[in-house]
Structures are given as C-alpha cells and as structure tokens.
C-alpha cells in the first residue's frame, strides 16, 4: 500500500499485532502497546481524506487533522519532570509525526500528564506512561491516526535509544495519551508504531527509570513503585 501524505487520514481494517520476542512478553498487554477495556473502533462513517479543518475528530472520536495550536509543523521541546528522578527534555518533530505531535502538546498544555506515572518499564526495551489509570488500560477521551507506515502514513523516524513514541492497542488508530521512551534500539517496532520526537537531555534519567522493580515479564509496575511525572511542559 502507498504511503499517504501525513495530514492524510486512511480508511485500514485493524492490523494483527506483528510476532516477534517483543511480543512474547506476555500479560494483557501487547508489547509497547496501550491495552484498552472498551472495542476500539477503526474510524468509519466520515469522509475523511479531504477533511482539512484543524483539529477534525471523527463521529468515532478520532483526531485526523492536527489542532490549531501551533504544533503541526516543525520542530518543538518538551520537558518532562520525574519525582526524584530528574528532568529528561525531548524534541519533537510535527514534520514526521504532525497529528502525535499536536496531539500530545494539547495534551501537556492542559496539564493531562501531572501527576500520572511509567506504569510499564521493560530494562532494555522501554519505559511507559502516560495513563490516567495507572494501569495500561486508560487513556485520553480523544484517540488519533496511527502516523506509521503499516497504517499508510510515512513516517521514517526509527525506533533508536531515546526515541519518544506512542502505545496503541492492535488497532492502528487507538493511541491516544500513552507514550514510551526506546531504553535501546528496537527497529522491529518501525513502522508499527509513531515515532514522533527524540531525549536530548536525560537519558540517564531514563536509564535509572529503566531499573525501576517490576512485577513480571511484561514490566508491570507496581502502583506503589511506579515513577511519578511531576509536570510536562512545552517549551515551544
């Protein structure tokens, strides 16, 4: 299938979670991957593909085209403050990923991250957070397109060390506010998920997240061992 434009939404059936060790990690959930309680649903019913009005959510509840907020295009900084860990800065590229960006930044800029915790950390792999529950199961009330390849969007930012981007069920189209930060490469994950943005300082704070106890294969954290993130905020 070709690629489309980024700002383009396209009209995919669910893809099956692809097999690899990563997903032998067990558990509910699928790896790097953001487990939800109700049917995610692909978005339907709309014609979407000429929709350029800023900000466009679906009959389905689904971002298609980024809000007008300044972050659907170029480059953008984000601090993220861990309790008692540190600071870890991020860059973010709305060139690759403009929806996941503009998504996320209206997300920091209405204070949803304060407070909420890395729920999921696998050593070597990754750490995760960003849900409200503190479970894996939560999220925002809005879901966005899947800025990857498989979904049909280009997006050719790998899955490096350090490398910020967004949990999602089996259905392309179901992230919304959970993220994880790459602790070492896994190109496997390219093109399955967006990548939308890169540490610039404090990885070694990522490294002290990443040994963070665990209560199973699948990098479970306990609610009472789970890194708290004090404040996001958007630098520009």
Same mark, same amino acid.
């Given at each position: 299938?070709?690629?489309l434009d980024?700002? *383009? ?6 893809a ?6 990563? !997903?032998?990690? &067990? &558990?509910t ?5 953001? !487990?939800? /309680?109700?049917t995610?649903e692909?978005? *339907?019913?709309?014609? *979407?593909?000429s929709?350029?009005? =800023?900000?466009?959510? !679906? +009959? *389905?509840?689904?971002?298609i085209?980024?809000y007008?907020? @300044?972050?659907? +295009?170029?480059?953008?900084?984000? /601090?993220?403050?861990?309790q008692?860990?540190?600071?870890i800065?991020?860059?973010l590229?709305?060139?690759?990923? =403009?929806?996941?960006v503009?998504?996320f ?5 209405? @204070? ?11 050593? $070597?792999?990754?750490?995760?957070? $960003?849900? =409200?529950? &503190? /479970?894996?199961? &939560?999220?925002s ?5 899947g800025?990857? %390849?498989?979904?049909?969007?280009a997006?050719d930012?790998?899955h490096e060390?350090g490398?910020? +981007?967004?949990?999602? %069920?089996?259905?392309n189209?179901?992230a919304?506010s959970?993220f994880f930060? #790459? ?13 939308? @943005?890169?540490?610039?300082?404090? #990885? ?5 997240l990443?040994?963070t =106890?665990v209560?199973? %294969?699948n $990098? ?9 993130i004090? %404040? ?5």
């Open positions: 299938m070709q690629d980024r700002r *383009s939404f396209v009209r995919l059936s669910a099956t979670l692809f097999a690899s060790a990563l !997903t032998a990690c &067990g &558990g959930q699928a790896t790097a991957t953001e !487990t939800t /309680t109700d995610q692909q978005t *339907s019913g709309d014609d *979407s593909s929709i350029t009005t =800023p900000g466009y959510i !679906t +009959s *389905s509840g689904t971002l085209t980024p007008d907020e @300044g972050y659907d +295009s170029g480059k953008h900084h984000a /601090t993220i403050e861990v008692d860990h540190g600071t800065k991020v860059e590229d709305a060139d690759v990923a =403009p929806i996941t503009s998504n930044a209206h997300l920091v800029n209405d @204070g949803f991250y304060n407070g909420l915790t890395f729920h999921r950390i696998i050593d $070597g792999f990754m750490i995760q957070g $960003g849900d =409200p529950t &503190g /479970t894996g199961a &939560g999220g009330d809005v879901k966005i397109i800025e990857f %390849s498989s979904n049909g969007v997006n930012m790998s060390r490398v910020i +981007s967004m949990a999602r %069920s089996s259905n189209n179901s919304s959970q930060i #790459m602790h070492a490469d896994k190109a496997t994950l390219d093109g399955q998920y967006a990548a939308f @943005g890169h540490v610039t300082e404090g #990885m070694d704070v990522v490294d002290e990443a040994k =106890p209560e199973d %294969s $990098g479970t954290v306990d609610p009472k061992n789970q890194p708290v004090s %404040s996001i905020t958007m630098d520009d």
